[in-house]
């Protein structure tokens, strides 16, 4: 074999000199496949998804509930206002196996956010009194709902999850106020405030009841709202429904359904200070149980006084109304009752409060002090007594009134207080009452009047027993018998001539007639001037007066049988 073709290039044969051209080798390059495409640009794309969730990948968080209800490890999404912010990636229990452990990794673009102030959720269907929320997880599951914490907070790796939503977001502008209340009724987390029937913010949140009884409610109200609220203004509730019966009759007040269902405050501002700052949100409020409560208690011009009772004051309670010529000028503040040692007695001091707006001075106001007005007051008859202010209810209420020939009294202080005085009303009057009638009945001589009573029977028992009463009524016996047997025979009698007077009546007639005729042919015969014709018509009048006083007695007894015992009545005014 020749060194050209023991090469084994395959490159091209080159002329030798004298003799067959020689074999030259050539390189040839190899090209691309581009089948390599697609492993280079999936390993380039799971590159930038590794780059992309490694930047992307926040801190990781631990988050306390007392379930894991429809909670999954790798599933389940964190939210916030509908963008998936973190993936719960495990679920564990905690040591003391009373609430599980759920640690979510959540994405960097919250995680300055992670401060105190943030709260975690989890959303489910929810049906409340006051609303429906949650129904979208029906379909969906369930999802943990978060709400970030303000940027300038500290950072916070753990957090105790809310089993209710919260009632307010850390972006719904607002205030937080907080309120004291004897009870609440049907309030609850959630339930609305409203301000002129407008629904403002809803009650966040009540403390336990304190030793006292007092508890304290954190409502919010949201802008501009909250401005409105003052160092003066006032809170009552609304819950339910108010039923009033006055001479306007049934009055029914509600101030909207989801406040009869979930319960609802209310609130308002006195014109008088709405002048006034804005109340800082240290601000706190007493919430009363009525409209009424609430302006009798933050009136500001509102004089107490103290009135002592005697008597019961059953159905007198704190809030009772305080009237002046039947019209509320005040309220009731507290009864209690309390022992006097000097009298050695029980008494009931009661505090009211007047409000001298309700009262109208159409030449102002007098100028001379509280203390001679009221003793001024006292000297013309101002008295305090307990009043009925429903008979179904058995209320009662402090009435304040001028009696004229009331006892004379003085005004007295005790302490800083006012003591007005005070006559027997209500159950007193009526024990009163009850007393004098007892007395009177008392006094009356009964017994007297028994023994009077029992001798008058006893004389007209032995009067009924006599032997003249007894002939007496055997003598009557007698007569109505014979009286019997008289209308017996009259009857029988009568029968016959009854039957027989229209018939003589008829045969009168009918004389009368032919009588009549035969004076016609006298008048022929002798001339109407005749003596004959005269004595004629003369016995024919006489004839026809007798058949109609025949004709009258028939009907007359027709009518009046009784006339033939007892004779003719009416003086003859019947014929």
């Known amino acids: 074999m020749s060194p050209a073709q023991g090469n084994g290039s395959g490159g091209d044969e080159a002329p030798r000199d004298g003799g067959a051209p020689a074999l030259v080798a050539r ?21 930038y998804l590794g780059w992309r969730t490694f930047s992307d990948r926040g801190p990781l968080v631990e988050v306390t509930f007392q379930s894991a209800d429809g909670l999954t490890a790798g599933q389940t999404p964190v939210r916030y206002k509908a963008v998936q912010v973190g993936t719960v990636e495990r679920v564990s229990l905690e040591g003391d196996l009373k609430r599980v452990r759920i640690a979510i990794r959540m994405t960097n673009a919250v995680s300055d956010r992670l401060t105190e102030g943030a709260k975690f959720w989890v959303v489910r269907p929810r049906l409340t009194a006051g609303n429906i929320s ?14 970030p914490g303000p940027a300038e907070g500290n950072d916070l790796g753990a957090f105790t999850g809310l089993e209710n939503p919260p009632g307010v977001r850390s972006d719904e502008p607002g205030r937080v106020f907080t309120l004291h209340a004897r009870r609440i009724g049907s ?7 409203f301000f002129r029937d407008v629904n403002v913010g809803e009650i966040l949140s009540y403390d336990p009841p304190a030793l006292d009884g007092q508890i304290t409610l954190h409502a919010f109200v949201r802008a501009p709202y909250d401005g409105y609220l003052r160092e003066g203004s006032r809170f009552w509730n609304t ?43 240290s601000a706190e409020y007493t919430l009363y149980d009525d409209l009424n409560d609430a302006i009798s208690a933050t009136s500001p011009e509102r004089l107490t006084f103290l009135v002592y009772f005697e008597g019961s004051v059953r159905g007198l309670a704190p809030g009772a109304p305080v009237t002046m010529r039947g019209i509320r000028i005040g309220s009731v503040q507290d009864v209690h009752l309390e022992f006097d040692k000097n009298s050695a007695k029980f008494r009931v001091p009661v505090h009211i409060a007047i409000e001298p707006d309700r009262i109208s001075f159409p030449a102002g106001r007098p100028a001379t002090e ?21 008979l179904l209810t058995g209320q009662m209420l402090v009435a304040l009134d001028f009696l004229p020939d009331a006892e004379p009294a003085q005004v007295r202080m005790e302490g800083d207080e006012i003591v007005l005085p005070s006559v027997g009303g209500g159950t007193d009057n009526i024990m009163a009452a009850a007393s004098e009638v007892a007395g009177k009945l008392q006094r009356f001589p009964i017994e007297e009047i028994g023994r009077n009573l029992n001798n008058a029977l006893a004389s007209v028992n032995g009067l009924v027993g006599g032997p003249d009463v007894r002939n007496a009524v055997r003598a009557l016996s007698s007569a109505l018998a014979s009286v019997q047997e008289l209308t017996r025979n009259a009857n029988a009698g009568l ?8 018939g003589i009546a008829d045969n009168l007639d009918q004389a009368v007639k032919r ?12 001339g109407k001037d005749s003596e004959v014709n005269r004595e004629m018509s003369r016995l024919l009048d006489q004839a026809t007066d007798t058949a109609r006083s025949v004709r009258l007695l028939s009907d007359y007894l027709s009518r009046h049988p009784e006339a033939l015992v007892r004779g003719r009545v009416n003086g003859g005014s019947e014929r």
Request: glycine residues 12%; charged residues 20%.
């Open 239 to 281: 819950s339910g429904v108010q039923v009033k019966l006055g001479a306007e009759g049934i009055k029914l007040e509600l101030e909207s359904a989801r406040a009869l269902l979930s319960g609802g405050i209310a609130f308002d501002t006195p014109p008088s200070m709405r002048d006034q700052p804005r109340a800082p949100d």
């Open 134 to 147: 949650g129904l979208e997880t029906i379909v969906s599951g369930a999802y943990i709902e978060f709400d």
């Open 27 to 47: 390189r040839h390059h190899r090209r691309f496949g581009f089948v390599w495409l697609i492993p280079i640009v999936a390993v380039l794309v799971a590159g």
């Open 495 to 502: 029968g016959p001539l009854m039957r027989r007077l229209p």
């Open 187 to 193: 309030l609850n987390r959630g339930s609305p405030v």
């Open 515 to 526: 009588a009549n005729a035969a004076v016609g042919s006298i008048e022929q015969g002798y």
């Open 370 to 390: 509280v203390r001679a007005f009221v003793d001024e007051a006292v000297r013309q008859g101002l008295r305090a007594q307990l009043s009925s202010a429903s």
